[in-house]
T-cell receptor, first 113, second 114 residues
Framework: NAGVTQTPKFRVLKTGQSMTLLCAQD?????MYWYRQDPGMGLRLIHY???????AKGEVPDGYNVSRLKKQNFLLGLESAAPSQTSVYFC????????????FGNGTRLTVT | KQEVTQIPAALSVPEGENLVLNCSFT??????LQWFRQDPGKGLTSLLL?????REQTSGRLNASLDKSSGRSTLYIAASQPGDSATYLC?????????????FGKGMKLTVNP
């Protein structure tokens, strides 16, 4: 049982380049989330989705776009990377009930130079 | 705005101690509270989830309690072991704009010394 899988694990980008982070879950979860984790800032929600074909903005959405074309996949895109987007990115998923815990992937460490 | 606080930010203890980790939140209108563990370079692993109607949950040496009226939760770790060393985060679930979201504390780094 793979749970939540994120690819890639590491990536270095130059300012202005674009990339897509991939997240896949095999638990048939309705909800999926993208967070970033920075020292001293904790976990901050970027975008989330409550079902296939839906997306919504979280706390820090600027500079990112997302898509949920299939229930099991949630993609995070950076159109023009900036050094401020250097961070560790986590994808997470959960069921739709209040007793459904959040399951996290192992993260993508992104450096923008 | 919901704020979640974990104090202290770090704790170092000798092996065998019973520990209490604290989490406080400002808005009592939550639907659940979760405790997570994060090991270096890894994602978060869910330890315990307490629904808003519950007072506590237990799993092995871990016990989490919830007092919504005072805006507090505690995670009790019995007979701590070096393998318990990790960062522990709490998160409260709230409904906002018709959807559910988690608000995280910044975590507490625990070191258990042999």
């Amino acid at each position: 049982n793979a749970g939540v899988t994120q690819t890639p694990k590491f990536r270095v980008l130059k300012t202005g380049q674009s990339m897509t982070l991939l997240c896949a879950q095999d638990m048939n979860h309705e909800y999926m989330y993208w967070y970033r984790q920075d020292p001293g800032m904790g976990l901050r929600l970027i975008h989330y989705s409550v079902g296939e074909g839906t997306t919504a903005k979280g706390e820090v959405p600027d500079g990112y776009n997302v898509s949920r074309l299939k229930k099991q996949n949630f993609l995070l895109g950076l159109e023009s990377a900036a050094p401020s987007q250097t961070s560790v990115y986590f994808c997470a998923s959960s069921g739709r009930t209040a007793n459904s815990p959040l399951h996290f992937g192992n993260g993508t460490r992104l450096t923008v130079t | 705005k919901q704020e979640v606080t974990q104090i202290p930010a770090a704790l170092s203890v000798p092996e065998g101690e019973n520990l209490v980790l604290n989490c406080s939140f400002t808005d009592s209108a939550i639907y659940n509270l979760q405790w997570f563990r994060q090991d270096p370079g890894k994602g978060l692993t869910s330890l315990l989830l307490i629904q808003s109607s519950q007072r506590e949950q237990t799993s092995g040496r871990l016990n989490a309690s919830l007092d919504k009226s005072s805006g507090r939760s505690t995670l009790y770790i019995a007979a701590s072991q070096p393998g318990d060393s990790a960062t522990y985060l709490c998160a409260v679930g709230k409904t906002q704009g018709g959807s559910e979201k988690l608000v995280f504390g910044k975590g507490m780094k625990l070191t258990v010394n042999p």
